[in-house]
């Protein structure tokens, strides 16, 4: 939790919110409070108007590269970033501007409402939550809606291909392109926060009045195994590798951490629920705010590992991007990963792999790969073995089981070794 305060260049205006970065061009987006600078005049006895209005917001980029900071649109109302990310804005008339691999686009035609929530989604589409209805849009297409049910927690899977709404008495699966049926899993208590696994083949609900959470299984589309939790939860997030959960209590400011592998309660931490924080760091630390300060905690044993004094007001975005160059000083005195690797049949206990992350969805594991690859690491996904193994995202393979584990304590966040049985 140390700053490094020549990592990025650039100076920002008041910020309200951060959307997100786009790790590939190194942009980082941000809202800013609009400037109306239109003249405003009132006749002399006129009565003040009282009439509340909606909070306005400017889009910027700042180009973490160059420092070069850019308006991308004006009078927003919302924002999100896509999982390609592709950035959506929708202003208060409804329109919709979209960035993706530096280029700004205008949508031709407006979405047929504001929305309440809305997902970026694959292939540069956009799903919006605007009850009674469910839109799916794009640039280049008019915009497709569905029935949805009204006053529903919407949830979507990282790459849009599915989404999850709350009713009365269980979790709705709808398909925002039409190509399946809707299905229905019914469940004992009334949902009240929904939140996909990262690899989407599962879903955690939180339940209104029953301590614990139910987990869904979207391809069997049925109930299965839940977390066992004290009271019930009433906000859940995950970490995005899927091995931390945590849920805020519907009573008090704290935060329960679960160890998902095996549905294990580590215990709990005093702490304020913010849009931001808390959240677990691609390192696998938990990192809390707790008065002024924001703590980085161990998420396996909750032992403090690092504080930053002060940092409880500022606004935080975790993200395994690194400066150009960042990952040189942590190998420096061994080579990067790419010069330590070795083929497969070398070494007496070879071949061994790093591994970072496994999923059984196919696309995200390439992109972690994509990344990995493009901060100069010799990252690669290894297929599924057998029906039950998932797409193995890894570095290596390297002719010691010591050799990959001193490569993978040095990258920074969990990391498992991985030898092939023969």
């Known amino acids: 939790m140390a700053e490094v305060p020549t990592a990025i ?32 005049k009132k006749p002399p ?55 993706a691999r530096r280029v700004r686009v205008a949508w ?49 899977t990282r790459w849009g291909d599915l989404v999850a709404v709350a009713t009365d008495s269980g979790v709705l ?28 083949h599962r879903i955690y609900v939180a339940r209104r009045t029953q301590p614990g959470l139910a987990a869904i299984d979207r391809y069997e589309r049925e109930e299965i195994d839940g977390i066992a939790l004290p009271l019930p939860a009433a906000i859940i997030r995950l970490d995005p590798l899927g091995r931390w959960l945590l849920a805020k209590p519907n009573i008090g400011d704290s935060v329960w951490v679960v160890d998902l592998p095996v549905k294990r309660l580590v215990g709990a931490l005093a702490c304020a629920w913010r849009p931001d924080l808390p ?19 161990r998420a396996d ?28 000083g942590a190998f420096a005195d061994g080579g990067t990963p790419g010069d330590q690797v070795a083929a497969d049949t070398a070494g007496p206990e070879g071949p061994m792999y790093v591994q970072v992350s496994t999923s059984q969805n ?28 998932g797409f193995r995202v890894v570095l290596g393979p390297y002719p010691t089981r010591a050799q990959a584990e001193a490569i993978g304590r040095k990258l920074g966040r969990p990391f498992w070794i991985y030898q092939p049985t023969p």
Not at 191 to 200: E, M, Q
Not at 279 to 297: E, F, H, N, T
Request: hydrophobic residues 40%; charged residues 25%; aromatic residues 4%.
């Open 9 to 40: 260049r650039g100076k920002l205006p008041p910020v309200e919110r951060v959307i997100g970065l786009d790790v590939e061009t190194e942009f980082l987006y941000v809202t800013t409070p609009s400037k109306d600078s239109t003249p405003k």
């Open 45 to 99: 006895r006129a009565k003040p108007d009282t009439t509340p209005t909606a909070p306005k917001s400017d889009v910027l980029a700042l180009d973490l590269g160059s420092a070069r900071i850019d308006t991308v649109a004006s009078g927003i109302e919302k924002a999100t970033l896509g999982p390609d990310g592709t950035l959506y804005t929708v202003d208060a008339k409804r329109r919709v501007v979209s960035v």
């Open 108 to 156: 031709p035609q407006a979405l047929p409402g504001v929305p309440i929530q809305m997902f970026g989604a694959a292939d540069q589409r956009l799903v919006v939550a605007d009850p009674p209805a469910l839109v799916t849009a794009a640039a280049d297409q008019p915009a497709t809606s569905r029935p949805l049910p009204t006053g529903s927690d919407v949830a979507s």
């Open 173 to 200: 699966l709808m398909d925002p392109l039409g190509r399946r049926d809707p299905g229905f899993v019914s469940l004992a208590d009334h949902p009240r926060a929904l939140v996909f696994s990262p690899s989407g």
């Open 279 to 297: 959240a677990i760091a691609p390192d696998g630390a938990l990192l809390v705010r707790q008065g002024d300060d924001v703590i980085a905690y």
């Open 301 to 328: 044993s909750l032992t403090a590992a690092g504080r930053v004094k002060g940092g409880g007001s500022d606004l935080w975005i975790l993200t395994g991007w690194r400066p150009r160059g960042g990952y040189r």
């Open 362 to 389: 196919e696309a995200w594991s390439s992109e972690m790969a994509q990344q990995l690859s493009r901060a100069g690491l010799a990252a690669r996904v290894l297929p599924p073995r057998n029906p039950d193994d």
